[in-house]
């Protein structure tokens, strides 16, 4: 299984923070935020892992070489990432979409157990992953349900008609990766192409097709837009570290 993750844009939400360098290096106990994703792929037996660059590009593909072996971490340089939304860097990484793969968001900080949950789940073309809490904000990427398959995911939807959020991790199974492929080619034809969201596209498909979910109710996970989410990292890091050398029986 092969995970994409997008991380090319800056984080201007979390100026004067990424005023130097992009959200995905931003450190959290010790690592940078992507190098906190990737060592959570490698725990749950992901084989290569695609970052797709643009802001700071240079400084992420050094991390990244510096860190982990060039056969199992590989990026791919997004141009347009200061003009653009995030459906063009899954355009520019469609080649890396031929196979089974999980498509995540570079801001989603998550627990072992996630990326678990999500593996485990049926073998279905499409799955997103959503998460449940007691109230819903403007920022929220916000999901609309019938059971497990996905009606609506969209910023925009009700407040009344929320059932959950979408954590910011999908994967694409059989036929799926073809499916989404054609999604966002169609897409990038249209004037609005360029400043559309990826889950756009998986908002459009849910209306013609089956897409499902996976939730991941109880687990932890964040997603760092602000400075106040830096802090829940960190705190939610620390509880994870506790919890390892516990089980380990070093705490």
């Given at each position: 299984?092969?995970?994409?993750?997008?991380?090319?844009?800056?984080?201007?939400?979390?100026?004067?923070?990424?005023?130097?360098?992009?959200?995905?290096?931003?450190?959290?106990?010790?690592?940078?935020?992507?190098?906190?994703?990737?060592?959570?792929?490698?725990?749950?037996?992901?084989?290569?892992?695609?970052?797709?660059?643009?802001?700071?590009?240079?400084?992420?593909?050094?991390?990244?070489?510096?860190?982990?072996?060039?056969?199992?971490?590989?990026?791919?340089?997004?141009?347009?990432?200061?003009?653009?939304?995030?459906?063009?860097?899954?355009?520019?990484?469609?080649?890396?979409?031929?196979?089974?793969?999980?498509?995540?968001?570079?801001?989603?900080?998550?627990?072992?157990?996630?990326?678990q949950?999500l593996?485990?789940?049926?073998?279905?073309?499409?799955?997103?992953?959503?998460?449940?809490?007691?109230?819903?904000?403007?920022?929220?990427?916000?999901?609309?349900?019938?059971?497990?398959?996905?009606?609506?995911?969209?910023?925009?939807?009700?407040?009344?008609?929320?059932?959950?959020?979408?954590?910011?991790?999908?994967?694409?199974?059989?036929?799926?990766?073809?499916?989404?492929r054609?999604?966002?080619?169609?897409?990038?034809?249209?004037?609005?192409?360029?400043?559309?969201?990826?889950?756009?596209?998986?908002?459009?498909?849910?209306?013609?097709?089956?897409?499902?979910?996976?939730?991941?109710?109880?687990?932890?996970?964040?997603?760092?837009?602000?400075?106040?989410?830096?802090?829940?990292?960190?705190?939610?890091?620390?509880?994870?570290?506790?919890?390892?050398?516990?089980?380990?029986?070093?705490?």
């Open positions: 299984m092969r995970v994409v993750i997008l991380s090319a844009g800056q984080g201007r939400r979390l100026l004067p923070l990424t005023n130097n360098f992009p959200k995905c290096m931003l450190c959290i106990h010790g690592r940078s935020l992507l190098e906190w994703q990737v060592d959570e792929l490698f725990k749950c037996g992901i084989e290569q892992v695609t970052v797709v660059v643009g802001y700071g590009a240079d400084q992420v593909e050094k991390l990244l070489a510096d860190r982990y072996e060039s056969q199992r971490v590989r990026t791919i340089y997004n141009p347009f990432f200061a003009v653009a939304d995030n459906l063009v860097s899954c355009w520019v990484a469609r080649t890396e979409m031929n196979g089974d793969f999980i498509l995540l968001n570079g801001d989603t900080l998550f627990e072992t157990a996630v990326l949950c593996l485990a789940s049926p073998d279905r073309p499409i799955t997103v992953v959503t998460d449940r809490k007691l109230t819903y904000d403007a920022d929220d990427m916000k999901v609309m349900l019938d059971g497990e398959r996905l009606v609506r995911i969209d910023k925009d939807i009700p407040l009344n008609q929320v059932d959950a959020e979408s954590v910011g991790m999908i994967s694409f199974r059989g036929e799926g990766p073809a499916l989404f054609a999604v966002i080619e169609q897409a990038l034809r249209r004037p609005q192409g360029l400043k559309q969201w990826y889950l756009s596209g998986i908002d459009e498909m849910a209306r013609s097709m089956a897409v499902w979910t996976c939730s991941i109710e109880g687990l932890q996970w964040v997603e760092i837009d602000y400075p106040t989410d830096l802090k829940e990292a960190e705190r939610l890091v620390r509880n994870w570290i506790q919890r390892q050398d516990l089980a380990a029986g070093t705490g």
